[in-house]
């Protein structure tokens, strides 16, 4: 995950290095653009990442907050009810969330829980956990 991230750098990276001298999310146009903020705070993730944690609370019988430690990081819940394959769907989840932001990372449409379905089920590994 980090050396993906990596490849992508924010208007506030931008900007220190004096690429340019703005450095306003591309996303919102309204805060700093930050890595935080590109990959989770902006409020055009929102619909993502509240779509995200819904389904895996729903599939999985939790009660999770949407947190950049469990959307970002992929920091998962310490809990044995869950199998091995259970964690590593739930792991892609949240990948496949955080790719699906960095696709568009310059754009300014919000990002799309329906671009996150088709993924999964690209994946194949939705409906065997599921
Ligand atoms: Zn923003």
Known sequence: MSMLVLNYW???????????????CWKCHEEAGTLVHMLYTCRKNDYLWDGIINLVNDIFKLNRSKSPAVCVLGLLPDNSILS?????????AFITGCRIILRHWKSS???????????????ALYERVV
């Open 109 to 123: 449409s919000p990002c799309s829980l329906r671009e996150w379905t088709e993924q999964m089920s690209k994946m």
């Open 84 to 92: 091995r394959r259970q964690r590593l769907w739930m792991r892609l």
């Open 10 to 24: 924010t208007p506030s990276k931008l900007v220190r290095l004096k690429l340019v001298d703005n450095d306003t």
